[in-house]
Nanobody
Framework: QVQLVESGGGLVQAGGSLRLSCAAS????????MAWFRQAPGKEREFAAT????????YYADSVKGRFTISRDNARNIMYLQMNSLKPEDTAVYYC????????????????WGQGTRVTVSS
Protein backbone atom coordinates (compact mmCIF):
# COMPACT_ATOMS: atom_id res chain seq x y z
CA GLN A 1 0.00 0.00 0.00
CA VAL A 2 1.15 3.54 -0.73
CA GLN A 3 0.22 6.67 1.21
CA LEU A 4 0.67 9.98 -0.57
CA VAL A 5 0.98 13.51 0.80
CA GLU A 6 1.15 16.54 -1.47
CA SER A 7 2.67 19.90 -0.59
CA GLY A 8 3.85 23.07 -2.27
CA GLY A 9 0.60 24.63 -3.39
CA GLY A 10 -0.21 28.27 -2.87
CA LEU A 11 -1.07 31.58 -4.48
CA VAL A 12 1.07 32.83 -7.35
CA GLN A 13 0.74 35.49 -10.01
CA ALA A 14 0.32 34.60 -13.64
CA GLY A 15 3.69 33.86 -15.19
CA GLY A 16 5.12 32.64 -11.92
CA SER A 17 6.32 29.22 -10.85
CA LEU A 18 5.58 26.65 -8.17
CA ARG A 19 6.98 23.23 -7.37
CA LEU A 20 4.65 20.63 -5.97
CA SER A 21 5.92 17.64 -4.05
CA CYS A 22 4.32 14.28 -3.36
CA ALA A 23 5.87 12.28 -0.54
CA ALA A 24 5.12 8.58 -0.56
CA SER A 25 5.29 6.06 2.24
CA UNK A 26 5.59 2.35 1.75
CA UNK A 27 8.07 0.16 -0.02
CA UNK A 28 6.28 0.09 -3.36
CA UNK A 29 7.05 3.63 -4.54
CA UNK A 30 9.78 2.56 -6.95
CA UNK A 31 7.47 -0.03 -8.50
CA UNK A 32 4.61 2.41 -8.97
CA UNK A 33 3.83 4.61 -11.92
CA MET A 34 2.93 8.06 -10.65
CA ALA A 35 0.84 10.91 -11.92
CA TRP A 36 -0.49 14.37 -11.22
CA PHE A 37 -4.12 15.17 -11.78
CA ARG A 38 -5.93 18.41 -11.14
CA GLN A 39 -9.48 19.51 -10.48
CA ALA A 40 -10.65 23.04 -11.06
CA PRO A 41 -13.75 24.41 -9.33
CA GLY A 42 -16.87 23.01 -10.94
CA LYS A 43 -14.94 20.73 -13.26
CA GLU A 44 -14.01 17.08 -13.37
CA ARG A 45 -10.60 15.83 -12.33
CA GLU A 46 -8.23 15.87 -15.30
CA PHE A 47 -4.89 14.32 -16.13
CA ALA A 48 -1.84 16.60 -16.04
CA ALA A 49 1.29 14.43 -16.18
CA THR A 50 2.55 10.93 -15.53
CA UNK A 51 5.94 9.32 -14.99
CA UNK A 52 7.09 5.75 -15.26
CA UNK A 53 8.54 3.70 -12.41
CA UNK A 54 12.13 4.49 -13.35
CA UNK A 55 11.40 8.07 -14.34
CA UNK A 56 12.61 7.51 -17.86
CA UNK A 57 9.21 8.00 -19.49
CA UNK A 58 6.93 10.98 -19.01
CA TYR A 59 3.71 12.15 -20.64
CA TYR A 60 1.88 15.43 -20.36
CA ALA A 61 -1.53 16.80 -21.12
CA ASP A 62 -1.43 19.25 -24.01
CA SER A 63 -2.57 22.02 -21.68
CA VAL A 64 0.62 21.79 -19.59
CA LYS A 65 3.17 20.49 -22.08
CA GLY A 66 6.24 22.71 -22.28
CA ARG A 67 5.41 24.46 -18.99
CA PHE A 68 5.25 21.64 -16.42
CA THR A 69 7.90 19.03 -15.65
CA ILE A 70 7.24 15.85 -13.71
CA SER A 71 10.11 14.06 -11.98
CA ARG A 72 10.74 11.59 -9.20
CA ASP A 73 13.44 10.59 -6.72
CA ASN A 74 13.04 6.92 -5.94
CA ALA A 75 15.75 7.04 -3.27
CA ARG A 76 13.70 9.58 -1.32
CA ASN A 77 10.22 8.38 -2.31
CA ILE A 78 9.25 11.80 -3.64
CA MET A 79 7.64 12.95 -6.87
CA TYR A 80 7.67 16.54 -8.10
CA LEU A 81 5.77 18.76 -10.46
CA GLN A 82 7.65 21.88 -11.52
CA MET A 83 5.13 24.37 -12.87
CA ASN A 84 6.40 27.36 -14.84
CA SER A 85 4.64 30.11 -16.79
CA LEU A 86 1.52 29.56 -14.73
CA LYS A 87 -1.81 30.75 -16.07
CA PRO A 88 -5.08 31.53 -14.27
CA GLU A 89 -6.56 28.43 -15.92
CA ASP A 90 -4.04 26.32 -14.00
CA THR A 91 -5.95 27.16 -10.81
CA ALA A 92 -7.05 23.85 -9.29
CA VAL A 93 -6.50 21.34 -6.54
CA TYR A 94 -3.59 19.15 -7.61
CA TYR A 95 -3.55 15.49 -6.66
CA CYS A 96 -0.80 12.94 -6.89
CA UNK A 97 -1.69 9.35 -7.65
CA UNK A 98 0.04 5.98 -7.82
CA UNK A 99 -0.61 2.65 -9.49
CA UNK A 100 1.27 -0.59 -9.95
CA UNK A 101 2.69 -1.15 -13.39
CA UNK A 102 2.84 1.22 -16.31
CA UNK A 103 1.77 4.81 -16.76
CA UNK A 104 -1.87 5.65 -17.35
CA UNK A 105 -3.92 8.71 -18.18
CA UNK A 106 -7.28 8.20 -16.51
CA UNK A 107 -8.07 8.65 -12.85
CA UNK A 108 -9.90 5.35 -12.59
CA UNK A 109 -6.66 3.49 -13.32
CA UNK A 110 -4.94 4.80 -10.19
CA UNK A 111 -5.32 3.03 -6.88
CA UNK A 112 -3.79 5.50 -4.44
CA TRP A 113 -4.42 9.20 -4.04
CA GLY A 114 -3.21 12.06 -1.90
CA GLN A 115 -5.45 14.62 -0.27
CA GLY A 116 -4.57 17.35 -2.76
CA THR A 117 -2.84 20.73 -2.62
CA ARG A 118 -4.48 23.92 -3.87
CA VAL A 119 -2.87 26.10 -6.50
CA THR A 120 -4.32 29.52 -7.23
CA VAL A 121 -2.97 31.63 -10.08
CA SER A 122 -4.04 35.26 -10.08
CA SER A 123 -4.22 37.34 -13.23
Amino acid sequence: QVQLVESGGGLVQAGGSLRLSCAASGRTFSTSAMAWFRQAPGKEREFAATISRSGAITYYADSVKGRFTISRDNARNIMYLQMNSLKPEDTAVYYCAARSGTTAYTASEYNYWGQGTRVTVSS
